[in-house]
């Protein structure tokens, strides 16, 4: 019986012994092993692991990819813009022995690594590129964030600077940059087009002047084009040639207010023979003689007889002097 008891009781122990050792590490992961404080070279791989249960302690390390945001930075750009810049990074534990033993914390400490290093990567570029070529600002990052890594066992698989923050005011500058840049876009199209039409015109017109029955079957095609539309009214253009023609046969109206120009009152003077004499209106004088002749000439006015000297009105007997009745 007592024989039992010891085989039994070195069964138990042997079962406990068996329960206290046995781990299971998980596909994602590795297991380091410290005995008696010592880090063992060999790594545990996924599956059952069996340890010494006072000597060996297991520290499991996820291998999985890691995503952590690095908060955002505020710093001065190379061309004296202030930005806020923010970012991702993507590692993973490549070596836990190293991840392990070598830093405390390595998620902790890879977060103060990419801060610090977005800051000198804010500091080192310009606005533009960190709007329009983060390419090469990504691949800086890493390479920042890389050189401390390689010595925590960590591998950096990719860094993104995810948003850049601009103040109001460059906001507004930007958008009326560019604005004034499609403005003058829009100009250069539209010059480049009247260019072009103008030099297409030009070498249709040389063609029509050669052959004037062109120009003949355009205005014909243009008709058709516009009947087409069903229209009440149709507008046919109307030659230039023949508004030309009835310019010059117009007579140009005189100019000064209405007064004949110089050149007008040497014409007249030159023809005196094509302006209608008019006769010369008699005075009051004149017309009294005229009229005086008139009735002389009809025997209706006799003139006095002239008085001799020292003689008065009267005769020389003081008797009035007969006239002949008429």
């Known amino acids: ?108 400490a890879m977060s103060q690594v990419a801060q610090t290093s977005l800051r000198s990567i804010i500091g080192k570029s310009e606005l533009d590129d960190l709007l329009t070529n983060r390419e090469p600002l990504n691949q800086g990052l890493e390479l920042m964030l890389d050189s401390p890594a390689v010595g925590w066992g960590i591998h950096i698989d990719r860094v993104e600077i995810k948003d850049v923050a601009l103040p109001e005011s460059m906001k507004r500058s930007m958008s009326r940059q560019a604005e004034a840049e499609r403005e003058r876009r829009a100009r250069i199209i539209t010059a480049d087009g009247e260019f072009q039409a103008s030099r297409k015109l030009s070498e249709a017109a040389t063609i029509m002047s050669d052959t004037p029955a062109a120009l003949q079957l355009r205005l014909l095609q243009t008709v058709v084009e516009v009947a087409a539309e069903k229209n009440s009214t149709l507008v046919l ?50 017309l009294e003689a005229q009229a005086d002749a008139e009735l002389e000439a009809g025997g209706l006015l006799f003139s006095e007889p002239e008085e001799e000297p020292g003689e008065g009105p009267e005769g020389s007997e003081g008797q009035p002097e007969e006239r002949p009745e008429p």
Request: net charge neutral; no cysteine.
């Open 237 to 286: 253009p109307f030659p230039v040639e023949l508004l030309r023609f009835l310019d010059g046969m117009t007579p140009k109206p005189e100019s000064n207010g209405g007064a004949p120009s110089a050149g007008a009152a040497a014409a007249v003077a030159a023809k005196p023979e094509e302006v209608p004499s008019v006769p010369p209106v008699p005075s009051v004088p004149e």
């Open 1 to 108: 019986m007592l024989a039992v008891d010891v085989v039994l009781g070195v069964l138990g122990v042997g079962a406990v012994w068996l329960a206290t050792g046995v781990r299971v590490v998980q596909q994602f992961e590795r297991g380091v092993v410290f005995r008696f404080g010592r880090v063992r070279s060999g790594i545990k791989q996924p599956g059952l692991t069996l340890l010494l249960p006072v000597a060996d302690r297991l520290r499991k390390v996820n291998v999985q990819i890691i995503t952590m945001p690095v908060p955002a930075q505020e710093g001065i750009t190379r061309d004296n813009v202030t930005v806020r810049v923010d970012a991702v990074v993507y590692f993973r534990v490549e070596d836990p022995v190293l991840a392990t033993v070598q830093v405390q914390n390595y998620t902790f």
